[in-house]
């Protein structure tokens, strides 16, 4: 779609490209009209004469999956709480929505003002997954601007993303001019001052983008040449313009003292997680070796209890909401999660539930799970108890029909069970196990008194950047889709139930997630023909991502196969904290089924992101620091 007007044109006329007369006379032709609207419950409008810098967030998917997205409220709080700068929304059209925007001329629009992208001075993307590549594209191009970085000029948005794929993001850095890597509370509003102050000199564009290489935590890909070997190994990533040679995540180390949303946008369509939502944590200690989360948010670190249940009060009373989700990577690892519950349940401004998106595989777990009043999902991950030491999982058979005894003893009939396959090093034997843990479990039940439903869910492993597991291979989804049908067969009966993910989508995923700067091509001959919404089932077309590999002489054996322990990775240069050395000793200790403790309770593991960064583990309701940890960051 070609440019409406330059930005300064836009400005000058202060008016809408869509207006609310013509939306409303079309928006019967689309489902779900209230995706394109506005006008929610605590959204922010401010006049856009009344700021200096006007910012479009911008998330790659529908509506309802954006406004369960929590990272991208608190970047719209921290936005917005600035009085020089307007942060405004936009979300993935779904394609009758595009089809109509297109046959119209209209250009992708935020929710607050409906101005279209190009009128805005800074576009943020929250990248969640890496399936969403082509939405990015299809946003850039319906809202006006140029696809690649390198064809925008001084008229244009900057454009950037934040979020845990930029961490690994190499396919889209010939779209995006800058990515924010880690923490955004105060990465967001530098980014702003530091555009603030390029526009204030009129320079050239490049001089903004130098200039923001020198923000830590900012990665600017335009600025490092890449080169490839005849067979396609990277060989060299090389900074120029000053740009560091590695770029290092941003850490906020004192969650008390961020910003949160305690009047967060109320959704007009049922989003996909409808609730309140605090972050009691964030980080984690388990050291899951398939776990990139587990890596990109080191080290842990808790609001006080006191805090969350404030938090929690302020949201509800705000919102309307009658559940509150207290969100983390393993909230059960909190401990005064039991007091914060309590808290929340008899002095909220009205009657709400509690609701805990993560739980441990133990009978405290479960306790908590009836005490909320809700389902039970339990993840062992793994059968057998080789392949949970494997991947540092933790927990014993013991200890799953340890919560499943308890589940069936407080009256729960049905357990739902997360696994993987695909693991490294995993054979038939380890498959087959979680079948047979499902069988053990349906029988336990049968033994106490009940009829138990025992659901199984199985997603296929993606090895994962900034993991123990960065260097393995894929195993193919020929053998994806094997495992799966061995597991369909031993998973019959009464009581037993089975569901795996689509391996086209696994396969594509293992793809892009390990993928190098040459795999934009084929993003932007996907999105050329059609591909969008690649998240969604009943919407990817692999045959189409397949032809396009081939065209641009790509191989997808060649990003799904081992890394070599030496090779130049993609994702090098961007610096999570945690040590590649770290990373290969706890590969060799998955070969070993050896285990690594927890870091809450055992001496530091040597991580390296407390020392490195200068911080250390913050754990509420405990004196000072974790172990070890917090005795080497000191």
């Known amino acids: 779609m070609k440019r409406k007007a330059s930005v300064r044109q836009l400005r000058e006329h202060d008016e809408e490209i869509v207006s609310w007369k013509e939306l409303r006379r079309h928006l019967n032709k689309v489902t779900k009209p209230a995706r394109y609207t506005g006008g929610e419950l605590n959204a922010v409008r401010k006049d856009p004469s009344s700021v200096s810098v006007r910012f479009a967030l911008v998330f790659p998917d529908v509506y309802e999956v954006g406004m369960s997205h929590l990272g991208s409220q608190i970047i719209y709080h921290v936005l917005n709480s600035r009085d020089d700068t307007a942060c405004e929304r936009a979300y993935s059209p779904w394609p009758d929505m595009e089809e109509l925007s297109r046959a119209r001329g209209w250009p992708l629009f935020t929710l607050e003002s409906r101005s279209p992208l190009n009128s805005f001075d800074i576009i ?8 969403t590549y082509t939405n990015v594209l299809a946003a850039l191009d319906l809202g006006g601007l140029p696809l690649f ?95 560091p040679g590695r770029v290092r995540r941003r850490i906020f180390s004192d969650l008390e003292k ?16 409808d609730r309140a939502m605090v972050e009691i944590f964030r980080g984690c200690t388990r050291g899951c070796r398939f776990c990139q989360a587990g890596t990109l948010y080191r080290p842990v670190r808790e609001r006080k209890p006191e805090t969350v249940s ?19 990577l393993s909230s059960a690892d909190y401990l005064p999660i039991r007091e914060v519950i309590e808290d929340v349940l008899t002095r909220s401004p009205c009657p709400a539930r509690v609701s805990l998106p993560s739980l441990r595989v133990d009978s405290f777990s479960v306790e908590l799970s009836k005490l909320l009043g809700g389902g039970l999902t339990l993840a062992p991950e793994a059968g057998s108890q080789r392949m ?44 087959l196990a979680i079948a047979d843990l499902a069988y ?55 009581g ?91 590969r060799a200790r998955a070969r070993r089924a050896e285990k690594t403790p927890d870091c809450r309770e055992a001496p530091c593991p040597g991580c390296g992101v407390c020392p490195r960064f200068g911080v250390a583990p913050v754990l509420a309701g405990r004196d000072g620091t974790s172990k070890g940890a917090g005795d080497r960051a000191r």
């Open 496 to 586: 037993l139930e089975f569901r795996y993910h689509d391996s086209r989508q696994t396969y594509l995923e293992a793809i892009l997630s390990r993928g190098d700067r040459r795999l934009g091509r084929v993003v932007y001959h996907a999105y050329r023909r059609g591909a969008r919404f690649d998240s969604w089932p009943d919407m990817l077309d692999l045959d189409l991502w397949l032809s396009c590999m081939k065209e641009a002489s790509l191989e997808p054996g060649f990003y799904t196969r081992e890394r070599g322990q030496d090779e130049i990775l993609p994702w090098d240069h961007l610096d999570p904290g945690v040590t590649k050395g770290f990373l290969l000793l706890e």
């Open 310 to 328: 404030r938090i929690a009060r302020k949201i509800l009373a705000a919102s309307g909401y009658d559940e509150v989700s207290l969100v983390s």
């Open 388 to 431: 949970r030491d494997v991947i540092n999982k933790n927990v014993t058979e013991e200890d799953v029909m340890d919560a499943a005894k308890a589940a069936f003893s407080w009256g729960f009939t049905r357990i739902k069970l997360y696994f993987m396959i695909g693991l490294p090093g995993e054979t038939d034997q380890d498959v």
């Open 124 to 131: 943020g993307f929250s990248l969640a997954y890496e399936l």
């Open 149 to 243: 970085s390198t064809e925008r000029d001084e008229r244009d948005p900057l454009v950037i993303a934040g979020g845990p794929v930029s961490m690994a993001a190499e396919p889209l850095a010939e779209f995006i001019d800058a990515f924010a890597l880690g923490d955004g509370e105060d990465l967001a509003g530098e980014i702003v001052d530091c555009y603030k102050k390029w526009r204030a000199s009129r320079r050239p564009r490049l001089e903004l983008l130098e200039s923001l290489a020198g923000i830590e935590g900012v990665y600017v890909p335009s600025l490092y040449d890449v080169k490839h070997s005849d067979e396609g190994l990277l060989v060299e990533v090389r900074p120029k313009a000053g740009a």
């Open 440 to 494: 053990r479990i349906r029988q336990l039940g049968r033994d106490m008194g009940t009829k138990p439903t025992i659901a199984v869910s199985v997603s296929g492993f993606v090895p994962k950047s900034h993991t123990a597991f960065q260097w393995e291979p894929f195993v193919g989804r020929d053998e994806i889709e094997r495992r799966q049908s061995l597991l369909a067969k031993h998973l019959r009966g009464p």
């Open 258 to 273: 961020a910003p949160y949303p305690e009047r967060p946008v109320v959704p007009f369509l049922e989003p996909v997680h």
